[in-house]
């Protein structure tokens, strides 16, 4: 071995890892558990209940304080269900990432990615990934730079020529100079440029600023007017005006959702983690849930990147043919998935003594290895090898199939540059991509789900359009080219048009996404390679594969670690049951916050005090909101998303909340009862109505649904009945109970009407 190919020593080693040379560690693709806390714990809705909580500490209402420790509650199960999903998610990002074969001292080693220092002398073979930028010193490889460039042909790279991380080996063997490491990689610098122009499109995240400004907007203001009003108009004491106007400040706040919508996706996430489906922002979930439009990448997504034989025919009899070949694979160093599919079909013997070794070469397309006294071998292309091409062969090449012709030659063969004349065709090998398990029923998925799949491909139209029929896309044939078109084509027609694009650029992919998003759909995209990266940036949601480059990993939003597409369903059924579950339950949330706006107004208006005291307001968020959300949140309800969360969950919140507020005008009004009988009977009106919204939200009933609604009505009176002082109510006598049957009747009826209202206008 030559003295400048021994590599660094471990001291050089050392001293570059102290200059900072050395590489990074892989990039986390998770939050940090401090940033965890900080996200659970700093939250407008959090500082509002706290600022609640220590008004009314101050005037010494304690038992009016026991919704902080819901809060608290909530903050914690939050920050522990993240940092179980966090735990799970960092212990499979760490499989399927690349080790590195480097020369150190004279000999060679293997190392983590991120041992690699600069000036580090990688061996490279093939198969290998190129994990860092690099100078060639010694030898050949033909590379394959599709992963960041889009095309397909393979490169030719020798001594002195600069390698790229992201790029991987086709042929050959090298060794080669490291000269950046960490971010100054150039796929790495890639990555980070998108990452950072990478937003989080989230219906639900969005949904929730918008209740959290409209309710800070309103609580501050609002509040300050009911404390002046019941303090210096009513003149009641401190202590009342405090947790008068405190109990309507809680009763806007859905405190229970926020952590309902991170609880329920965190735990979609841990669920896809043990599926070995990694989502790097859990609103991820949210977003594939409402995809309508998935674009799959054909190499390594439909198909697993690998070929196998489909058919041998013999083209001429050769004494003892099988056995040279044999002895070809046996000796051959070419390890691409060609030749990876011959040596399955023809197992290599090494029957003859190899002579002289010509390394297969896409440039010049055929390979040759001479064998001691038994002549020649050769393998490569039909139009290399074969004069003409047979009818059934080119037949074959019409189905998308590839072809490869093994000949023979009597003697040795030493000129890597010119064949020789008179080689004689032994077999004809057809070769297929070999289509993912399920791959059909994943397609078949999608169609009856509504969402349209588009097949986008760097190769030959008729090669991805034969993939895409066999894969079950019953548009296989509405196929184009885009190498055909010119500078500035109709992206919006072709989309329309088109199913499946072939010879397609990296910027053209990032066009069809565009287009796809301007005709108003969301969009998922796959992708494996830096060629792939614009489009995952301007998709709704990214989805790489663990076997693509590290940089398409990075900034995907969901890898699939096994790099299978057909798990996707997996995910669209998680991000749905979410979604469905969450809007479900909302609408109990928000009826509290629509009639503690609205009985906020009509006590400012008619100088009455709010007629809740927080800890009745709690024991609703606790045994009505909080409880039926949380235990049915476990259900599998993965119909179709229709309409929007904010909405959707309002429209069917609002003839509830309406009817609370009306039923408390009335009563306040009207009722022929005492201050604490009259409250009382208003606050069991309440809680029927509640207790009606979520019984109406678990329509059509199963066991589990079932069984929540009799424990939440039990444990709500159960409550009640042991704790009448804790809570402020009084005995319920005949008037009372009259007055709630006549108002809970009423309420039913005005109810039946809003839901008839809304459901015409929804029309």
């Not at 198909?303 to 013999?314: A, F, I, Q, S, Y």
């Amino acid at each position: 071995m030559n003295e400048n190919l021994s590599g660094l020593s471990a001291r050089e080693v050392e001293e570059r890892r102290a200059r900072g040379e050395g590489g990074t560690g892989a990039a986390k693709i998770t939050k940090t558990k401090p940033q965890i806390v900080r996200e659970n714990l700093c939250t407008l809705f959090n500082f509002l209940n706290f600022l609640i909580a220590v008004l009314l500490f101050l005037v010494g209402a304690y038992s009016n304080m026991l919704f902080i420790a819901i809060i608290i509650l909530n903050i914690v199960i939050g920050i522990a269900q993240e940092f179980k999903a966090k735990k799970l998610v960092d212990e499979l990002s760490i499989l399927n990432r690349p080790t590195v074969r480097v020369r150190r001292d004279g000999r060679e080693m293997t190392v983590e990615m991120e041992e690699i220092v600069k000036d580090d002398l990688v061996v490279l073979a093939s198969g290998n990934q190129i994990c860092n930028d690099a100078v060639v010193v010694n030898g050949m490889l033909e590379v394959n730079e599709s992963l960041l460039t889009g095309e397909s042909d393979p490169i030719i790279k020798e001594q002195g020529a600069e390698l790229f991380s992201g790029s991987s080996v086709i042929s050959g063997k090298a060794y080669a100079k490291v000269i950046h490491v960490g971010n100054e990689n150039y796929a790495t610098k890639l990555a980070n440029e998108v990452k950072q122009e990478k937003q989080i499109h989230s219906e639900l995240l969005g949904s929730m600023r918008k209740v959290t400004k409209f309710t800070s907007f309103l609580i501050i203001p609002l509040g300050i007017i009911l404390f002046l009003e019941a303090y210096f108009l009513r003149q009641s004491p401190l202590d009342e005006s405090v947790i008068s106007s405190s109990a309507a400040l809680l009763g806007m706040l859905p405190k229970g959702l926020v952590l309902l919508i991170s609880v329920s996706l965190a735990a979609g996430v841990i669920r896809l983690a043990r599926m070995k489906i990694l989502v790097q922002n859990i609103y991820s979930l949210e977003t594939l849930a409402h995809v309508d439009t998935i674009c799959l990448d054909k190499t390594g997504t439909i198909t697993d990147g690998k070929l196998r034989v489909h058919t041998v025919l013999p083209l001429s009899d050769l004494t003892d043919g099988e056995a040279l070949v044999k002895s070809y694979m046996a000796a051959s160093d070419d390890n691409n998935a060609t030749f990876q599919a011959l040596k399955v079909k023809f197992e290599p013997e090494p029957k003859y003594r190899p002579e002289h070794k010509i390394s297969f070469s896409s440039k010049r397309k055929w390979g040759c290895i001479s064998f001691e006294g038994a002549g020649s071998i050769f393998v490569g292309a039909p139009e290399r090898l074969m004069d003409k091409l047979p009818d059934h062969l080119e037949q074959e090449l019409e189905k998308g199939r590839r072809v490869i012709i093994i000949g023979y030659y009597g003697q040795t063969w030493e000129d890597d540059e010119k064949l020789p004349e008179g080689i004689r065709p032994v077999y004809s090998v057809v070769l297929e991509d070999t289509i993912r398990k399920n791959a059909e029923e994943t397609l078949g998925f999608f169609r009856r789900e509504g969402v349209d799949v588009k097949v986008i491909s760097g190769d030959h139209v008729k090669t991805v359009a034969m993939i895409a029929k066999r894969a079950g896309l019953k548009r296989w044939q509405d196929a184009l080219d885009m190498s055909t078109l010119g500078e500035s084509p109709d992206y919006d027609a072709l989309c329309q048009d088109y199913a499946v694009f072939a010879r397609v650029t990296p910027k053209q992919k990032q066009e069809l996404v565009k287009a796809l998003q301007r005709q108003g759909h969301q969009v998922a995209m796959t992708g494996d390679g830096v060629n792939d990266l614009l489009a995952l940036r301007e998709a709704d949601c990214s989805i790489a594969v663990a076997d693509g480059s590290d940089a398409s990993r990075q900034i995907a939003q969901v890898v699939l670690l096994d790099s299978d597409f057909t798990n996707l369903p997996h995910v669209v059924m998680e991000g749905r049951k979410v979604i469905n579950n969450v809007t479900r339950t909302a609408q109990v949330f928000f009826i509290k916050t629509i009639y503690s706006v609205l009985v906020s107004f009509f006590c400012l208006f008619s100088n009455q005090p709010f007629p809740f005291i927080p800890i009745q307001v709690t024991l609703i968020d606790a045994c009505i909101e909080a409880y039926p959300s949380f235990v049915s949140i476990v259900e599998s309800d993965i119909r179709r998303i229709r309409g929007r969360f904010l909405p959707t969950a309002l429209s069917h919140a609002a003839p509830f909340g309406i009817t609370v507020a009306v039923m408390i005008s009335v009563f306040s009004l009207l009722a022929p009862f005492g201050v604490e009988q009259r409250q009382t009977t208003m606050y069991m009106l309440l809680i029927l109505i509640s207790m009606g919204a979520v019984i109406k939200s678990c329509i059509p009933l199963t066991w589990l649904r079932a069984f929540v609604c009799v424990t939440m009505v039990g444990g709500t009176f159960f409550a009640l009945a042991i704790l009448p002082s804790l809570f402020e109510i009084t005995a319920i006598t005949i008037p009372m109970a009259t007055a709630v049957l006549i108002g809970a009747a009423a309420c039913l009826v005005a109810i039946l009407i809003l839901e008839q209202v809304r459901k015409t206008m929804v029309k």
